[in-house]
Structure formats: C-alpha cells, structure tokens
C-alpha cells in the first residue's frame, strides 16, 4: 500500500503560479511511476503529468505543456507539479496517483493503482 498526500493547492490570479506537492509513504516510492490528474466535479478526471520512478521521463497533458513541469524527489518520496502562466479554465481539484514501475509510464487514471485525496485549484480571472 501507497499513502499520498497532496498539498500547495489554492487561490491565485491568472497569470500566477503554484507548486503542487504530493508525499508518498507506506510501501517503497521507488518503484512507483507518479501521475498528476485533474477533475471538474462531474466530468471525467483528465490526464496531466506522469513522471518515471527514475525520473528520466516525463509526459504531459496538452492543455499544459509549455506551461506545467512535473519532477521527484525520491530521497524526500515527494512529487511536484511546478504550474506557471495559470489560467481560469485550471481551476480543478489535482489529485496525484502511483502507479508500479514494473508496468510502462501510462497516462490514463485507470492504469494507476493509488490515488491522493485532491487539493483544489483556483485561478481568478
């Protein structure tokens, strides 16, 4: 078992930036690749950043490349999610995810096996 707790989420001007961060604990961290989603109540959780346990790889979501950078520190098991340039339609609740490293970096929610609780995001206009 995984434990992950996001925080760093909040209110902030378009334009503004957030790093989001997300402590792992209870198993090894690893051998876990980590993922950051995104959700709108009632829509579905949509793909932002996944990084490889090595750190070597990143991926990300369309709407944020350019703007998003996801990185690690396993030393600290932490993930974050540096989030600049942040405009109205960011506003979500982040959830970060692990996912075993003995299965390739993946991008979709149900390829993950542990989820955080979420910390919202606002981004005022």
């Known amino acids: 078992q995984v434990q992950l707790v996001e925080s760093g989420g909040g209110l902030v001007q378009a334009g503004g930036s957030l790093r989001l961060s997300c402590a792992a604990s209870g ?3 690893i051998p876990y690749h980590m993922g950051w ?17 090595s750190g070597t790889t990143t991926y990300y979501g369309d709407s ?3 703007r998003f950078t996801i990185s690690r520190e396993n ?3 932490t993930v974050y999610l540096q989030m600049n340039s ?3 339609e960011d ?3 982040y959830y970060c995810a692990a996912r075993r490293s003995s299965y390739p970096l993946a991008v979709r ?3 993950y096996d542990y989820w955080g609780q979420g ?3 606002t981004v005022s206009s």
Do not use: D, M, Y
């Not at 989603?37 to 346990?53: D, T």
């Open 37 to 53: 989603f995104r959700q709108v109540p009632g829509k579905e959780r949509e793909f932002v950043a996944a990084i490889s346990w």
């Open 86 to 88: 942040l405009k109205p």
């Open 27 to 29: 198993r090894t961290f």
């Open 119 to 121: 910390t919202q995001v």
């Open 64 to 66: 944020v490349k350019g």
């Open 91 to 93: 506003t979500r609740v």
């Open 75 to 77: 030393a600290k098991n």
């Open 109 to 111: 929610r149900t390829e």
